[in-house]
């Protein structure tokens, strides 16, 4: 029953990371991301059923369209597949709960404004917003179920005010601007304040791990996308940011 259960899981982790690939596409063209419908992107031929399948549509077409034969980037089956894998992980970490619910839609977030700082460099306030909206929902829930304001509160600020004296600084260097304060800004409504914390920390080792190795190859201009190690880092907070505390705390 629970592998089946995991395979559904993947199945609408496939289902919606098809959808966040017109998303990735459409956003920073400023394009409704529900109409028109799919098409091919270079002769604008409607996609039919079939070919909308996620991941299975791709490896039957060979990677090209059915109408022109232009070539389809590796990108759209691989998002699929890695939107997919963090549903499951998601699933198997807090069960079909309603932070399963809650860490699906962030991840999403995450993963579709990732690809498109990677894509673009940019970072797109329509996808924060929507996180930001989705956020609220929640905190509202769970004052509702017997979460005090006061908690609700706690929760927004601590990490408000952490992330606001890490952009004072920062913002004295290149490579952090004001999209990457969003992010944690509207990651702040979905975590505790202590996992906020660990998410910052995360990111900005594996940012500069990255920063490094760019440096020591000689690319030192190189353009470095930070949502996604912003999105890393939340990751790990949520999935080991305990048990990295009880370690930690354990040494002393």
């Known amino acids: 029953m629970n592998s ?10 496939l289902i919606f990371g098809s959808f966040f690939n017109v998303c990735i596409y459409r956003i920073p063209r400023g394009e409704n991301i529900a109409f028109p419908p799919s098409h091919c992107t270079n002769c604008n031929n409607k996609l039919k059923p079939l070919e909308l399948i996620p991941v299975i549509s791709y490896i039957i077409l060979g990677g090209k369209c059915k109408n022109c034969s232009s070539k389809i980037s590796i990108m759209y089956p691989l998002i699929e597949v890695l939107n997919g894998i963090i549903y499951v992980l998601i699933y198997m970490k807090f069960g079909l709960t309603l932070n399963f619910v809650k860490y699906i839609i962030l991840f999403s977030i995450l993963l579709i404004a990732s690809i498109i700082d990677i894509k673009t460099q940019e970072v797109y306030f329509s996808v924060s917003l929507t996180g930001f909206i989705v956020g609220i929902i929640f905190l509202t829930i769970e004052m509702v179920y017997g979460k005090e304001l006061k908690t609700v509160l706690i929760s927004i600020l601590i990490p408000l005010i952490i992330i606001g004296l890490i952009y004072l ?34 990111s900005i080792i594996l940012g500069g791990i990255v920063a490094i190795i760019l440096l020591i190859l000689g690319k030192r201009k190189a353009y470095i996308p930070f949502v996604p190690f912003i999105s890393l880092g939340t990751l790990l907070s949520v999935f080991f940011g305990c048990q ?7 040494l002393f």
């Open 244 to 250: 990295a505390l009880n370690w930690y705390i354990g």
């Open 4 to 13: 089946l259960i995991i395979l559904s899981v993947f199945i609408v982790g």
């Open 169 to 202: 600084i920062a913002k004295r260097f290149d490579g952090f601007g004001s999209g990457d304060l969003e992010i944690y800004l509207m990651i702040s409504l979905y975590i505790q304040p202590i996992l906020m914390g660990l998410s910052i920390f995360f």
